[in-house]
DNA sequence: GGCAATTACTTCAGGCCTCAAGGAAAGTCT
DNA sequence: AGACTTTCCTTGAGGCCTGAAGTAATTGCC
């Protein structure tokens, strides 16, 4: 057994893997810490709030609960809240379908709408800003990379659903 | 002025940005929740408890408080929290410094070490087992490309400290 | 029809998280 | 020395987050 080959092969190859994901973990802390800072001291919103009200604004109809809390990735216990605080505010609004009663839709009220719109331009543009060292090219390669971490995890969680 | 190339400029390189942080942000929510699962099912433990034991494993002295904080990226008042629930499973003690009676340290006890040690195992294993599927030179090339987003955006935070 | 299983949401306990305000110790300035 | 400032930590309010248990409404099966 050549310990050249085994200690390089301790310190070269070895925990990319971990190395990787406390980066990812860092960056993602960082990013969303200062989001969520500028959300909150120029729209007095939370990070949280203003993912729910990116799905909401995409369906004019509105969205059931089950359906938010899948696509932002949040427990459903988690959703009855937000979105009561959401309505409390007059951001959007909760009713129950007719067709079956357990069922609650929320949906963008027209103020919310347009509350919304100034946030995610903001929003863009502080992305964009916080990005703006990084190439072009390499912004594109990152995306499919990314990509193939994010299904390679996919694939291995514990319990299918 | 080309409809066409409007066209594809439009869809081609626009929001690049936005769309490599929704996938970060989801990418990394994905595998921190199956963490967090895997974590509390198997050890009772919670992911930013890891964290701060992490940090005190390679610190033989223990830290202060302060830097506890910096290190994990977590508010003060949040660590004083962690730390007081650490401390009451016996994990972690807590004591003020004779020189300057402002500060605390904490530092692992005996029982914590072990039960870190046998933590930080599973996690490397549980990191390595959702990224199998993600070649060994994409592994590489994506910790130096995360490394720049990182880099960039630490440079565009709101107020310097 | 009647009853069990499923589905959609809510409630709750416990923990995480931030920001802002506060208390106590140490350092600084005159 | 005495007052001002800074540093380090804690406290508290408000919101996020999860998992587990609970309540209705609907569906499916006999």
């Given at each position: 057994?050549?310990?050249?080959?085994?200690?390089?092969?301790?310190?070269?190859?070895?925990?990319?893997?971990?190395?990787?994901w406390l980066r990812l973990l860092a960056t993602t802390k960082l990013m969303s810490q200062e989001i969520r800072r500028r959300l909150r001291r120029e729209f007095g919103a939370t990070l949280p709030q203003f993912d729910l009200l990116a799905q909401l604004y995409r369906e004019k109809d509105g969205l059931r609960l089950g359906e938010l809390s899948s696509r932002t990735m949040v427990t459903n216990g988690n959703v009855t809240g937000l979105v009561e605080r959401l309505e409390a505010d007059g951001t959007i609004i909760r009713e129950r379908l007719e067709d079956d009663k357990r069922v609650?839709?929320?949906?963008?009220?027209?103020?919310?709408?347009?509350?919304?719109?100034?946030?995610?331009?903001?929003?863009?543009?502080?992305?964009?800003?916080?990005?703006?060292?990084?190439?072009?090219?390499?912004?594109?390669?990152?995306?499919?990379?990314?990509?193939?971490?994010?299904?390679?995890?996919?694939?291995?969680?514990?319990?299918?659903?």
């Open positions: 057994m050549d310990l050249e080959l085994v200690a390089s092969d301790a310190q070269e190859g070895k925990k990319q893997e971990l190395k990787l609650t839709v929320a949906r963008l009220t027209e103020k919310g709408r347009t509350y919304f719109e100034g946030m995610a331009e903001a929003h863009e543009r502080w992305i964009k800003e916080m990005m703006a060292e990084v190439e072009p090219t390499i912004l594109t390669r990152l995306l499919a990379e990314v990509g193939a971490v994010k299904e390679s995890a996919q694939r291995h969680l514990s319990e299918e659903d």
